[in-house]
């Protein structure tokens, strides 16, 4: 019985551990009175749950598990034995821990079956109490069950349970926060698994309207929720150990599994227990075996600037002079806070930007022992002397306005650019935990230069919130109604602050803890803001589901002006890569897993963006999360087309006129230089009059 919830999880964690004491193996190798044979398949039957009682089975060992907690092994009948119904199992799970069969034994097991919510089962169909006589031995083993990727579904599994699978393509990781604690990733053989509200606006229909109250649109949260659910499956190490050493399916050379590593063929064992389908690994040849590549530093083309927002992970460095430890948020030891330190200049050395905005930095002014200083010291004794200094936020111990224990900052290169006015901080009362700062820069690369304003930000977290800040469950988490607010108070700090003070090119970095559509963003939308970044684009992955809450929004005036990538540097990483969990297995010269979100990248030509790959496609249609990009091509046409391609809120930004065969040939170059997000396209022609959403990446 598969029984969903956290009282399934209960019983198995409860009664699993209970059969570790359970009597000691039966195996007879003389000849016994046999007893009737039962059939698997009439036993599992085809319904949710196997039918209870005594039964004397003959089948294959096809793989012995005694780190389960029952442990014990599963048995499968061979084709000609089988029942051949497709919709019934050939396959059990016969709980005897200590076992000593081998896989390609053939057994006659005679035992009590159980399936149910409780200890031994668990949700699984299992053989209990077994008197066990081994036949014969070394039978080849029953052929893989097919399972094809592009229908999998993990409601129909039960058809499967207990036999060996294969899946027919590649497999995904999604989730590996429990790797470490209990041997398991979960897989998906549809791609990354996205959060909701990165593609569905729980209050718009299309996702690209502006609506920030409502839940309209929220049955189409849930079905996304329960589809995430449905594709994904658990590959387990088959074993009940915690914390397993070594840690299985790591890497060899970098020690890892990251998000969207990928196993090319998946064969096992599908099991069932705490409350999830999972597949139990075999050995030697038919190990499962992944493969992880770690991202190089995006590449931009020519640029003006280049800047980038990190969030450093609650940088506090005690009290700046070698004491201090431990602190109220960051490091709890000398040693760590060097390990931190060490991983965290190493990621900004490597992007190398002219201005960066950080969050999560110790709120502890900008004096010569403020962790600020100290970052800037080490990213100086790094990149050389002198390489980037502070912008003064008016707080020599803490920052104005600013109750919370970190605080947003601003680095940048004296030699790139030279600040115009003071730093500017959202004054604004009883809004902000981390109120917004913004500082003006003029570039100093052309004789003559450019003046554009950046701020930092740093919105309300979803992890807590009561009353009109309670987890609403619509997909956007705790706070929502406070991030609603703090997004209002930024437009109108853009507007009577920032811009008054010299430029009308503004962007908004940082953490705004809201993904791609929910109600945040769409406030800073209607204002005319622009998000210059894809859905597809990730900053952050909680409970196996990537997201963004990391985005750079900017004036419209710099779309075309601007690109932007996302450095996948920490959040694809497991949490056991971390300083403050690895200890001295740290690898503190890499920049990996540095902090929990990843960095935005942004790179700025003034006389227009030119890619550092002009001929890649990067026009695709949207929305298509679960099936991959699609490019976008023109529709079939006899006569010439009409083109205009703009933002979803304002006026066209293309015009193009001509055949289809030419629009196509030259769509990707007349696009090149627009910055990363979605655009809507209208299309007229003869008998044509088409209006569809692009995602451009």
Same mark, same amino acid.
């Given at each position: 019985?598969?029984?969903?919830?956290?009282?399934?999880?209960?019983?198995?964690?409860?009664?699993?551990?209970?059969?570790?004491?359970?009597?000691?193996?039966?195996?007879?190798?003389?000849?016994? !009175?046999?007893?009737?044979?039962?059939?698997?398949?009439?036993?599992?039957?085809?319904?949710?749950?196997?039918?209870?009682?005594?039964?004397?089975?003959?089948?294959?060992?096809?793989?012995?598990?005694?780190?389960?907690?029952?442990?014990?092994?599963?048995?499968?009948?061979?084709?000609?034995?089988?029942?051949?119904?497709?919709?019934?199992?050939?396959?059990?799970?016969?709980?005897?821990?200590?076992?000593?069969?081998?896989?390609?034994?053939?057994?006659?097991?005679?035992?009590?079956?159980?399936?149910?919510?409780?200890?031994?089962?668990?949700g699984q169909a299992v053989l209990t109490e077994p008197t066990v006589t081994v036949i014969s031995s070394g039978n080849p083993l029953p052929a893989f069950t097919v399972l094809p990727n592009a229908t999998f579904s993990a409601a129909g599994l039960e058809r499967y349970e207990g036999m060996r699978v294969q899946f027919s393509g590649p497999l995904t990781v999604t989730d590996v926060y429990n790797l470490q604690r209990r041997g398991e990733l979960t897989l998906t053989p549809g791609g990354t698994l996205f959060q909701p509200t990165q593609f569905i606006d729980p209050n718009d229909n299309p996702a690209t309207g502006?609506?920030?109250?409502?839940?309209?649109?929220?049955?189409?949260?849930?079905?996304?929720?329960?589809?995430?659910?449905?594709?994904?499956?658990?590959?387990?190490?088959?074993?009940?150990?915690?914390?397993?050493?070594?840690?299985?399916?790591?890497?060899?050379?970098?020690?890892?599994?990251?998000?969207?590593?990928?196993?090319?063929?998946?064969?096992?064992?599908?099991?069932?227990?705490?409350?999830?389908?999972?597949?139990?690994?075999?050995?030697?040849?038919?190990?499962?075996?992944?493969?992880?590549?770690? %991202?190089?530093?995006?590449?931009?083309?020519?640029?003006?600037?280049? =800047?980038?927002?990190?969030?450093?992970?609650?940088?506090?460095?005690?009290?700046?002079?070698?004491?201090?430890?431990?602190?109220?948020?960051?490091?709890?030891?000398?040693?760590?806070?060097?390990?931190?330190?060490?991983?965290?200049?190493?990621?900004?050395?490597?992007?190398?930007?002219?201005?960066?905005?950080?969050?999560?930095?110790?709120?502890?002014?900008?004096?010569?022992?403020?962790?600020?200083?100290?970052?800037?010291?080490?990213?100086?004794?790094?990149?050389?002397?002198?390489?980037?200094?502070?912008?003064?936020?008016?707080?020599?111990?803490?920052?104005?306005?600013?109750?919370?224990?970190?605080? $947003?900052?601003?680095?940048?290169?004296?030699?790139?650019?030279?600040?115009?006015?003071?730093?500017?901080?959202?004054?604004?009362?009883?809004?902000?935990?981390?109120?917004?700062?913004?500082? =003006?820069?003029?570039?100093?690369?052309?004789?003559?230069?450019?003046?554009?304003?950046?701020?930092?930000?740093?919105?309300?977290?979803?992890?807590?919130?009561?009353?009109?800040?309670?987890?609403?469950?619509?997909?956007?988490?705790?706070?929502?109604?406070?991030?609603?607010?703090?997004?209002?108070?930024?437009?109108?700090?853009?507007?009577?602050?920032?811009?008054?003070?010299?430029?009308?090119?503004?962007? $908004?970095?940082?953490?705004?803890?809201?993904?791609?559509?929910?109600?945040?963003?769409?406030?800073?939308?209607?204002?005319?803001?622009?998000?210059?970044?894809? %859905?597809?684009?990730?900053?952050?992955?909680?409970?196996?589901?990537?997201?963004?809450?990391? +985005? $750079?929004?900017?004036?419209?005036?710099?779309?075309?002006?601007?690109?932007? +990538?996302?450095?996948?540097?920490?959040?694809?990483?497991?949490?056991?890569?971390?300083?403050?969990?690895?200890?001295?297995?740290?690898?503190?010269?890499?920049?990996?897993?540095?902090?929990? +979100?990843?960095?935005?990248?942004?790179?700025?030509?003034?006389?227009?963006?030119?890619?550092?790959?002009?001929?890649?496609?990067?026009?695709?249609?949207?929305?298509?999360?679960?099936?991959?990009?699609?490019?976008?091509?023109?529709?079939?046409?006899?006569?010439?087309?009409?083109?205009?391609?703009?933002?979803?809120?304002?006026?066209?930004?293309? +015009?193009?006129?001509?055949?289809?065969?030419?629009? !196509?040939?030259?769509?990707?170059?007349?696009?090149?230089?627009?910055?990363?997000?979605?655009?809507?396209?209208?299309?007229?022609?003869?008998?044509?009059?088409?209006?569809?959403?692009?995602?451009?990446?």
């Amino acid at each position: 019985m598969k029984l969903p919830g956290l009282l399934a999880c209960q019983l198995a964690l409860a009664g699993w551990g209970m059969l570790a004491s359970s009597t000691p193996p039966q195996v007879s190798y003389s000849g016994q !009175q046999q007893a009737a044979i039962s059939r698997i398949g009439q036993i599992q039957g085809s319904g949710a749950a196997a039918t209870p009682g005594t039964y004397t089975i003959e089948a294959i060992v096809t793989a012995t598990y005694n780190g389960l907690a029952p442990g014990g092994f599963y048995v499968q009948e061979p084709a000609a034995a089988a029942d051949a119904d497709p919709a019934t199992s050939d396959a059990l799970f016969v709980v005897q821990p200590g076992a000593t069969v081998r896989a390609g034994d053939l057994v006659r097991v005679t035992g009590t079956v159980l399936e149910g919510p409780a200890a031994p089962s668990s949700g699984q169909a299992v053989l209990t109490e077994p008197t066990v006589t081994v036949i014969s031995s070394g039978n080849p083993l029953p052929a893989f069950t097919v399972l094809p990727n592009a229908t999998f579904s993990a409601a129909g599994l039960e058809r499967y349970e207990g036999m060996r699978v294969q899946f027919s393509g590649p497999l995904t990781v999604t989730d590996v926060y429990n790797l470490q604690r209990r041997g398991e990733l979960t897989l998906t053989p549809g791609g990354t698994l996205f959060q909701p509200t990165q593609f569905i606006d729980p209050n718009d229909n299309p996702a690209t309207g502006t609506t920030s109250t409502g839940t309209s649109n929220l049955a189409a949260i849930r079905q996304y929720e329960a589809a995430n659910l449905d594709r994904s499956i658990l590959l387990d190490d088959g074993s009940a150990a915690s914390n397993p050493q070594p840690i299985p399916y790591t890497d060899a050379t970098y020690r890892t599994v990251r998000v969207g590593s990928t196993v090319t063929v998946l064969r096992g064992v599908l099991g069932y227990g705490f409350n999830q389908w999972r597949v139990q690994p075999l050995p030697g040849p038919e190990a499962p075996l992944l493969t992880v590549v770690r %991202p190089a530093v995006p590449k931009f083309g020519p640029l003006d600037l280049k =800047l980038a927002s990190f969030n450093v992970l609650n940088y506090f460095n005690g009290n700046g002079i070698g004491g201090g430890f431990p602190t109220s948020r960051g490091a709890k030891t000398v040693a760590d806070f060097a390990r931190q330190r060490s991983k965290i200049i190493r990621a900004l050395v490597a992007i190398n930007a002219d201005i960066i905005g950080l969050t999560e930095i110790e709120n502890d002014g900008t004096g010569p022992a403020s962790a600020i200083q100290d970052l800037v010291n080490g990213l100086n004794q790094a990149a050389g002397a002198e390489v980037y200094a502070a912008v003064n936020d008016g707080g020599a111990t803490q920052q104005p306005n600013n109750t919370d224990q970190i605080h $947003c900052a601003l680095i940048y290169k004296p030699a790139e650019v030279r600040l115009l006015g003071p730093a500017l901080v959202a004054a604004v009362p009883g809004v902000f935990e981390r109120p917004p700062l913004a500082q =003006l820069f003029i570039t100093r690369r052309k004789p003559r230069p450019d003046t554009v304003a950046v701020v930092i930000n740093h919105f309300k977290s979803k992890g807590s919130g009561t009353g009109l800040n309670a987890d609403q469950n619509d997909g956007q988490g705790g706070s929502n109604d406070r991030r609603r607010g703090q997004a209002r108070a930024l437009v109108e700090f853009i507007n009577t602050t920032v811009v008054p003070a010299g430029t009308r090119r503004v962007l $908004c970095l940082g953490d705004y803890n809201a993904n791609y559509e929910e109600d945040p963003l769409d406030i800073l939308r209607a204002a005319g803001l622009v998000a210059v970044t894809p %859905p597809t684009s990730a900053s952050y992955v909680f409970k196996g589901l990537t997201g963004s809450l990391d +985005h $750079c929004i900017v004036t419209p005036n710099l779309v075309g002006f601007i690109d932007v +990538h996302k450095w996948n540097i920490n959040s694809f990483e497991p949490l056991f890569q971390q300083y403050d969990v690895a200890g001295e297995a740290t690898d503190a010269n890499s920049p990996f897993r540095s902090s929990d +979100h990843d960095p935005v990248l942004i790179g700025l030509n003034f006389a227009g963006i030119r890619p550092a790959n002009p001929a890649q496609a990067r026009l695709f249609v949207y929305p298509a999360p679960t099936a991959g990009n699609r490019v976008y091509q023109l529709l079939a046409s006899t006569g010439p087309l009409t083109l205009e391609l703009g933002l979803p809120q304002g006026p066209p930004l293309l +015009h193009l006129q001509g055949s289809r065969a030419l629009l !196509q040939a030259e769509l990707n170059r007349y696009t090149a230089h627009l910055a990363p997000g979605i655009y809507v396209v209208q299309l007229r022609g003869k008998g044509i009059n088409q209006t569809l959403r692009v995602m451009k990446e």
